[in-house]
């Protein structure tokens, strides 16, 4: 799921050859000309069909097809690779409102959710103000910073694990030299969690920044400079002046990293496979679980649907959003 | 502002104040966020080139007395690396390069060709980016297996291939195309396809470059889908391997475990580092073109 609402796309000014009757011509020859239209229209509908019939018919296969038949089978109490199934209504969302494990998930969700987002957010726009000072050499620290977010979850994942090592990474070692011993990362609780929250806001924060850059490099200088004059601090400025100004980028961020969030499997699944003992099973990571793990493809299509539902809200406000035009200075 | 010619208005005493050497303390942040950030990375790559008497060392050693690539060596005796790489890189390029195709085509039809219901069409693409894949997954994966295409590379390749965002970002560029170039193109009897390769596809250059480089990133780095099609080592991608190796040596082996890491995260970060202005473009197009 990708956003792309803050791009406006200019109004199509129309196809060039829509055919209009000029008028007083004679009528033999405005029948020529509606035949030749007509035919103009035949070999276009011929080029359309041979040039954007395959990726649509693409999309319909595999993105519009199994998205009803998701929502079907999420009334059937059906396993993987059954034959059978039975139908039972809403009777999987009920029960996903009633499990016990629900409101694990759910919390686990929110909290890695608010975690990532908001430190990706905060942290993101640090490194942006830093960055877009004249330093030398800030385009190295500008790729350091953005190389983690090309890399691929899953190794991602691995090679955190290693840092997080109780005994041999490279976490104990530092935290040793200020004299504190490590957690246990991997089984004590709540720190599988806070561990894979800190490898996302890894992963993510150079794209954060960058984003942010972009913002704060269209922040007008004649804007700081009257801040300045007027006397005002630099943090004044950035709080007043700056950062109202980036209220598009940070609504834009907000929604992009909320999707991606929400959405994110492979480091879990890399670290923490959802454990111990459920501690790192967000909401997405449940579906596969119940899918691909217990077999229950029925149920697990209900949990999709209702991280479906969730998904689609955050991207109907961000569209209402952006439809009240934001306002740039 | 017209200060351009005038070097004593008050337009130039700002640069001027701006040009002041940064206090240190922002070259201390910068430095210490660059080493925080880049050391995992390096920590990564020395750590494949250790010992296991190195890797288990206290208190740690950064670098190897003598790097060797025996844990590659061992990676690859306990998985088929080299056959992982050219199933990575193989997907990879045909997925890519047919994304891309894809995604032209179907923009060019949707900007240059004048056909019933091209808005309605336009819609069906673009609201696709807001289905997410977690949806779509479990009938898809009912259906490749109905076909047989479970193991197979098609089964891995095919139900991804449909081209939404690339659609999106060529069918923003077209509109921004000359129009008077390919009405003189057609004035000259040059037909869709001549048009398209011999007109549009030059002109858009920086806009192919995004598409297909962000298709190669998200390809290379595509883990769920294809771990759920493949269970058959001689068929699976990099990413795919790694869980592999990971279930088989464990976590008692790490110097394997980051030599096989290594070969998962290096082409693609070499990618970056070559191509970082037309791959960065790419990522974050969307959010900058508004």
Redesign the interface.
Known sequence: MTTIATTRAPEDPGAPHAGSAAPERTEPQRLRRSRLAAGRRRTALLWALLLAGPNIALLLVFVYRPLVESLYLSTLQWNLGSPTARFVGLGNYVEWFTAPTTGRIVLTTLVFTVATVGGAMVLGLGLALLLNRRLRGRGIARTVAFAPYVLGGFAVGILWLFMFDPRYGLIQELLGWVGIASPQWYTGRPWPLVMVIVVYLWKNLGYVALIYLAGLQAVPQDLKDAAALDGASAARTLRSVVLPLLTPTTFFLLVTMLLSSLQSFDTIKAMTQGGPLGSTTTLMYSIYVESFVNGRAGYASAVATILFLVLLAVTAVQLRFVQQKVHYA | ?TATTLPQTAGST?PAR??RP?RLG??V??IF??LV?????L??AL?SLKAPDE??????QWFPAQPDLDNYAQAAGAIPLGRLLVNSIGLTVVGAGLKVA??L??A?????????F?KV?FG??IA????????????????V?SLGWLNTYQGIL????????G??LF??HF??LP?TV??AA?LDGAG?WRK?WRFVVPMSTPTLAAVALVSV?TE?????WPF?VVDDPSKMTL?VG??LL?NTDG?TN?GV??AA?VV??LP??L???VL?RR??AG????????
């Not at chain 2, 696709?128 to 259906?143: E, F, R």
Request: hydrophobic content about 55%; overall charge neutral; aromatic content about 12%.
């Open positions: 502002m700002a701006r040009r940064p922002g070259y942040t910068m966020a660059t950030l880049g050391a995992p990375l920590w990564m750590a890797l288990y060392q206290v208190p740690l894809l995604g085509c179907c060019y039809a949707l900007v240059f060709l004048d056909f019933p091209r069409v069906l693409v696709t980016l807001m289905i997410p894949p977690q949806i779509t997954i479990i009938p898809n994966y009912t259906l297996a095919v139900p991804g291939l449909a081209s939404a965002f659609t999106f069918r923003q509109l921004t129009r390919l009405e057609e869709h398209l990133v290379w780095n595509d883990y769920l759920l990413p790694l869980t990971q976590m790490w475990l980051l890491t998962v995260t693609i970060l990618v970056f580092l970082q791959l960065v990522l974050t197009a969307g959010a900058v073109t508004g």
